[in-house]
């Protein structure tokens, strides 16, 4: 069975190896005798009719400040694809830009395109470093680099909880943001290389809207991911 997987600005929006989660996807679908197919979709390509799962990373202002246009045009569609139950990961300046916009610390408004229900306003301090959070899911392991902050509006659930980490914001302890099986987070790693639960999470979701049964994904050997999680959760800064 095929599996569609779209990379949104995978030039544009690529800080710390948020590509990862791409590759990490595929592979966890080959292993399991599904076949992936990658979709890279930039600025100005068309999605593809199918879409099983899209991935969107991290960026600078800057990176963020040159898709805004693009996105923009492609707000009704992405709603409408998330809305249809479509499995979606946006991790930090593209789940930003899921919110209603981004305030940069230079005062520029980068419009988003309100899959979420947030806002997020640029700071002058960088939350930075090694970040537990706990969901629903079970524990994700990853590294937040982001000086923007994430408010989310009080009916949106976050993705997770981190008491000892920044988040969403420093503040309330909250970390990303969940809507139908459209998540955000602010988890470099990249987020899924480190949690392979999370990965399978996303997996099972996508393989269940397509085939419409409950599905039970063959247990892969975690052992590498796992010890690269212990790594990263026995050094925090
Ligand atoms: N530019 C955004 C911020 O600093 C997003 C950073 C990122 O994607 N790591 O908040």
Not at 63 to 87: H, M, P, S, V, Y
Not at 119 to 136: A, C, D, F, H, V
Request: charged content about 20%; some cysteine; aromatic content about 6%.
């Amino acid at each position: 069975m095929k599996v569609h997987i779209v990379h949104l600005y995978p030039k544009e929006m690529n800080i710390y190896g948020d590509t990862g989660n791409r590759l990490v996807l595929a592979q966890r679908l080959k292993w399991r005798g599904y076949e992936p197919v990658i979709h890279l979709v930039g600025l100005g390509d068309e999605l593809p009719k199918e879409t099983d799962i899209i991935l969107g990373g991290g960026g600078q202002d800057s990176g963020q400040a040159l898709i805004i246009e693009d996105l923009a045009k492609r707000k009704t569609e992405l709603k409408a694809i998330a809305n249809d139950g479509a499995t979606m990961l946006m991790i930090c300046g593209m789940y930003q830009l899921f919110g209603h916009y981004f305030l940069t610390q230079n005062g520029q408004k980068l419009p988003g395109i309100s899959v979420f229900d947030l806002i997020t306003r640029g700071s002058n301090k960088r939350l930075i470093g090694n970040i537990i959070s706990q969901t629903p899911f079970g524990e994700l392991v990853g590294y937040e680099n982001h000086s923007g902050l994430t408010e989310l509006s009080k009916d949106l659930q976050p993705l997770g909880q981190c008491p000892n980490g920044q988040g969403n914001n420093g503040l309330d302890k909250k970390e990303g943001a969940t809507v139908q099986n459209v998540f955000g987070s602010y988890l470099h790693g990249p987020i899924l290389s480190k949690n392979p639960h999370f990965a399978d999470e996303l997996i099972r979701r996508a393989i269940e809207r397509r085939t419409g049964h409950k599905q039970q994904l063959t247990p892969l050997n975690d052992d590498l991911e796992l010890a690269a999680a212990n790594i990263a959760r026995s050094r925090p800064r």
